[in-house]
């Protein structure tokens, strides 16, 4: 794993570091204000809906959170149960350094108990740290909703990335 960080298990005691992650996430979206709609109450909701099937997994260096990646459950519906989205967040001055990477193969090497064959990511189309990121680790682009996501200043794509894996085989 990079820079000897630990993966874990998020726990309840984490919230507040999810939140300070979350809105330090990426500093040059176009859409920066989206993340103060968060606050440290969804963050607690989070963290008690998880479950096997849609962990929020922790890394850690030298006992400080760096990042957090969750799996949540793409559409809500029993056909798309084999699918996961993933969210995946990295401090600013970690990010570059294999950290995302770690989180990620944690996930990709738990993928049979976790359950799923197919990751989904949405990514905003001014996060090309993110876009380049998901696309260096195997996914693709699948699909771009234009101008879905607004605020009260600016209109952005979002893009859909996702990638499959082989069932019953470890990558």
């Known amino acids: 794993m990079a820079l000897n960080c630990v993966v874990r298990h998020a726990e309840f005691e984490d919230a507040s570091a999810m939140l300070d992650i979350f809105r330090q996430c990426d500093p040059h ?15 607690m909701d989070w963290l008690e809906t998880t479950t096997d099937r849609h962990p929020i997994f922790m ?12 799996l949540e459950a793409f559409y809500g519906l029993p056909a ?12 600013p001055q970690w990010q570059g350094q ?6 990620l193969e944690h996930i990709i090497q738990h993928r049979q108990e976790i359950g799923f064959l197919h990751l989904v990511a949405y990514i905003y189309a001014g996060n090309d740290n993110s876009l380049c990121f998901f696309k260096a680790n195997e996914f693709e682009t699948w699909g771009k909703l234009p101008n879905i ?19 019953g085989l470890v990558e």
């Open 59 to 70: 890394a850690e260096r030298d006992q400080q959170v760096i990042a957090w990646c969750s």
């Open 29 to 43: 979206s176009t859409l920066a204000d989206r993340h103060h709609d968060i606050n440290l109450l969804d963050v």
């Open 149 to 167: 996501a607004r605020s009260e200043e600016r209109v952005e794509d979002v893009y859909l990335l996702g990638r499959e894996f082989a069932e």
């Open 98 to 103: 294999g950290v995302g990477k770690a989180l």
């Open 80 to 91: 798309f149960d084999q699918a996961c989205e993933i969210s995946l967040y990295v401090l």
